[in-house]
C-alpha cells in the first residue's frame, strides 16, 4: 500500500489567497483525520470523519477552515482567506476504526504551508 | 485542560543511558494507548501501542496506569538513533479521536 498521500507537499502562498490541501487515505480505512502542528501548540486536532462524515471539527480554528470528504478515498482541507498565522505543517491520517478496534492512525508525509 | 499533557523536555542524554517519559491523559474513558516517534521534519509514526499489562520491545518498555491515568515510556542503552521527539496518543474507540501530546524531544549525545 502506498500509505496515506498528501499533495502539495509544499505550498508558498500571499496572505488573502485560498489554500486547498488534500489528502488520499489508506484503501479500506474508513476514519480520516486533519491535524495540525506548530512549534507553539504541537499537534492539534482539526477535524475528522468517521465513513466520509464528520464527527467533529471543534478543532476547527474559525470559519475561514472548511474540510470536506466526497468519497472513502479523497478529503480536502481549504482556507479562505489564508492569514500568515495559518502557517504550519498540516498532517493528514487515517485509520480503520471499529467497535473494540485498537487500530493506530497512520499519519502521510504532511503540507508545509507558508502564508506570507 | 488538555486531553493529554507530556513535559515537553528537552532530555539530553549520553549514549547508554536510560530515560523514561511520563504522560497523563484526562479521559477516564480512553480506551487505547500509544507511543509514536517523530524525526525532525518528518510525519509521526507508530512506536509501540500501550497494553494495560505492560509491553516490551526490544529496549523499549511502555507501561499504562489507568488508576493514576498516566502512560510511561522507558528507553534502555540509548543509541544515537534514539534522538526524535516522543508522543504520546490516546483513543477512544467509542469516537474514535487520536489525541496527541505536545511530544517530549530527546537527543542522545555521543
Known amino acids: 500500500d502506498a500509505g496515506v498521500i498528501q499533495s502539495p507537499r509544499h505550498e508558498v502562498t500571499e496572505m488573502g489567497q485560498e489554500v486547498t490541501l488534500r489528502c488520499k487515505p489508506i484503501s479500506g480505512h474508513n476514519s480520516l483525520f486533519w491535524y495540525r502542528q506548530t512549534m507553539m501548540r504541537g499537534l492539534e486536532l482539526l477535524i475528522y470523519f468517521n465513513n466520509n462524515v464528520p464527527i467533529d471539527d471543534s478543532g476547527m480554528p474559525e470559519d475561514r477552515f472548511s474540510a470536506k470528504m466526497p468519497n472513502a478515498s479523497f478529503s480536502t482541507l481549504k482556507i479562505q482567506p489564508s492569514e500568515p498565522r495559518d502557517s504550519a505543517v498540516y498532517f493528514c491520517?487515517?485509520?480503520?476504526?471499529?467497535?473494540?478496534?485498537?487500530?493506530?492512525?497512520?499519519f502521510g508525509q504532511g503540507t508545509r504551508l507558508t502564508v506570507v | 485542560r488538555k486531553e493529554v499533557e507530556q513535559d515537553p523536555g528537552p532530555f539530553n542524554v549520553p549514549e547508554g543511558a536510560t530515560v523514561a517519559f511520563n504522560c497523563t491523559y484526562s479521559?477516564?474513558?480512553?480506551?487505547?494507548f500509544f507511543w509514536y516517534r517523530q524525526d525532525c521534519r518528518k510525519e509521526p509514526k507508530l512506536l509501540m501501542s500501550v497494553y494495560s499489562s505492560g509491553n516490551e520491545d526490544g529496549r523499549f518498555t511502555a507501561q499504562l496506569n489507568r488508576a493514576s491515568q498516566y502512560i510511561s515510556l522507558l528507553i534502555r542503552d540509548s543509541k544515537l538513533s534514539d534522538s526524535a521527539t516522543y508522543l504520546c496518543?490516546?483513543?477512544?474507540?467509542?469516537?474514535?479521536?487520536?489525541?496527541f501530546g505536545t511530544g517530549t524531544s530527546l537527543t542522545v549525545i555521543p
Open positions: 479521559n477516564s474513558a480512553s480506551q487505547s
Open positions: 491520517a487515517s485509520s480503520l476504526w471499529g467497535f473494540h478496534s485498537d487500530a493506530e492512525a497512520f
Open positions: 496518543v490516546v483513543n477512544s474507540p467509542w469516537w474514535n479521536q487520536f489525541y
